[in-house]
């Protein structure tokens, strides 16, 4: 029999409403995925908000003994299917607050409705056990009775005998427990089975990364050794499902190993298989099995398995001392950097030299340490090797090779692409699209939206976060640049790329102690060569170039002391431009074929070629030019914009300037690249000016005005305000021109008095008095 009880049949949040009566969610009026077991599990917690609500209590409202239904497992899907619906994140929660073997708690502000008289039906007297239940809960179990009548069949269903896990559930790799005295398989086996798993589109592994900061976080080392206990705390403090629990043990001349599954929150096992190795040799042959079989049994098509299911050893290496060498450099690796990771996969590779995923970890480190051209060498031979990868290797191999060797970023941003179907789960493609190829072509609104959506796909990791720093940076939305850096210092992560972003955003907010701490901590640290460059390009942006090149020599050494020459040679080779755009020819000469004589990296070769033509050595400026086009006729940067630059630069010195403008006009669509200082609007702009065309010039130098994000303390920023000044003059604007040249002038009210074009400022300034 029905009766109208009054009771609310719609609870509000920010932007998502609960429909009661529907068992819906939704976001801004649209219907968002929730199945009802979820629902009810979001309904009890929003309605008790700002209370913990146990796992016990959860239990006793939402699930009865008729439902047959694991609950544990069944909380912690439903938390989790919450989670994704609402873009809620564990670690930093907005809503749904994980308390550590307590239960959970809606933190998130709920908007009290009217009540509305509504239809429910009455039910048979709880059982006894129930009636221990908060009386207000009756009320929301009779609200969603109908819920609960119909999606009963569908949870048992789900829960014993669909998948064990789902496509949105994460699993924590524990270490192995070696009981057999051999050292070779600490550590050596987890990175085989983390090889063997990512290949999985299904399942999804908690990155090291990750991992290394959450261990900090619990008061561990970042290289503690993962033991079941330890895993499984991570497993709850991640809100993954299950932990990967294996052992190996030797049994005569025998080995054998065990891979179970473990629910984090109950720990009862969820699955479990084993192999056996008849020799020492075949260890890596029998996890490989055990890998395929656990993927199974965890919930993944047999097809799925089959398809993306590359033996081990063609997927790494045969070699159990190099997989070792491997691992203990991706450990190295995160906890003390690039630099000392560099020798572990050189000795995976001694040892292995076919290991095409050492020789492609080798050049990631290299191009971390800034040496791009040894960056290139490996990752060339680990592109020759792929087809000894698994696929998922393949696309990040594959993609590196493109981003480093060859330049051709639409093939990169192709991989990508393909990457990101056959793995939708997978963050790096999506990482690699915005740091690499949407950076490159200056699309920083694409940049910022794939770095978002890597965090989405990672939550909990700080590997996007980084970037997306120097995105928010790149867009001038610096408070949204700090807020990201904060929350990976409360995550306690940690990235060397941190004091050049914050050196950038001090630069930009003219905080200057700000920056003189960030060079002071990168002193004896792998930064402290590109801080000195980025100080020594500072104290050049205020023209005080005594001082500027004081840095520049400190940087250089710094660079040469660790051992990088690459490193001290593209230092040297970007002040040798400020020094030509100064006016100081002679020494830009000097320090730009210095550079050269040091490293042919294109990036060098290219900025030498640009400031020797600014230093009017044209032949040489033009047989750089002609050996760029010639190594590097894939690379879209070569050939889109810095070949134009130096020829549109070339074309000025002849007097071409309709040439020099028709010449920029392929690298338009990629001018606000990272790390381009919008050259190409400078140059443009000079050659606007030398046709009196002083309100084209004016909108090149605004350009460049407007998007400090992206030139930074580049000296394109600084004189832009002078020529600006220069093409308000060309119009008649006499005000505007002295305005422009008194910012310019004010910038460098301190710099050295004899610099050129300073000199140059003053008199055309005099002139308009």
Known sequence: MASPVPAPTRIRFDEFELDVTSGELRKGGILLKLQPQPFRVLLLLVERAGQVVTREEIQRCLWTESTFVDFEHGINFSINQIRGALADSAENPRYVETLPRRGYRFIGTVEQPSAESITVIKRAPEPERQKTAPRRWLTIASLTAIVVVTSSAAAYFHFHHARTLTEKDTIVLADFTNTTGDTVFDGTLRQGLSVQLEQ????????????????????????????????????????????????????????????????????????????????????????????????????????????????????????????????????????????????????????????????????????????????????????????????????????????????????ARQTCGLWSEAYPRAADPHVMLAVFIYSALGQRERRLGELIEAARLDSNSSGPHTPLIFAYISLDRLDEAKAVYEQDVRRKAYSAFYPKALYQIAFLQNDPLAMAQQVARSQGQQTEAALLGMQADTAAYSGRLSVARKFSREATESAERTQKAEVAARLSGRFALSEALFGNLHEAQRRAHLAIANSAERDIQSGVALTLAYAGDDKQAQALADDLNKRFPEDTVIQFIDLPNIRARLAINKGNFSEAIESLKPGMPYELREGGEMHAAYVRGIAYLAMHQGRDAAAEFQKILDHRGVVINSPTGALARLQIGRAYALQGDSAKARAAYQDFLTLWKDADPDIPILKAAKTEYAKLQ
């Open 200 to 411: 999985s589109p299904f399942l999804s592994i908690i990155p090291d990364q990750q991992i290394q900061q959450t261990l900090q976080m619990m008061g561990q080392k970042p290289d503690a050794k993962l033991t079941p206990e330890i895993a499984r705390e991570l497993c709850e403090r991640t809100s993954s499902a299950a932990v990967l629990d294996g052992s190996i043990a030797q049994i005569g001349t025998q080995y054998l190993l065990t891979l179970k599954a473990i629910n984090c929150a109950s720990g009862a096992s969820l699955a479990s298989t084993e192999a056996q190795a008849a020799t020492k040799n075949e260890v890596l042959d029998a996890l490989g099995k055990t890998a395929s079989e656990i993927r199974n049994k965890l919930g993944e098509s047999l097809r799925s398995v089959q398809k993306y299911d590359t033996p081990l050893e063609e997927a790494s290496t045969s070699s159990l001392d190099a997989l070792k060498a491997l691992s203990s450099g991706l450990k190295v690796w995160g906890g003390a950097g690039s630099a000392a990771a560099i020798p572990f996969f050189e000795r995976a590779i001694d040892l292995d030299p076919n290991f095409a995923l050492a020789h492609m970890w080798l050049g990631h480190m290299y191009w971390a340490t800034g040496e791009s051209v040894l960056a290139a060498d490996a990752i060339k031979k680990s592109y020759e090797l792929r087809d000894r990868a698994s696929d998922w290797e393949k696309y990040y191999i594959t993609g590196s090779f493109h981003i480093v060797v060859t330049g051709n970023i639409e093939k």
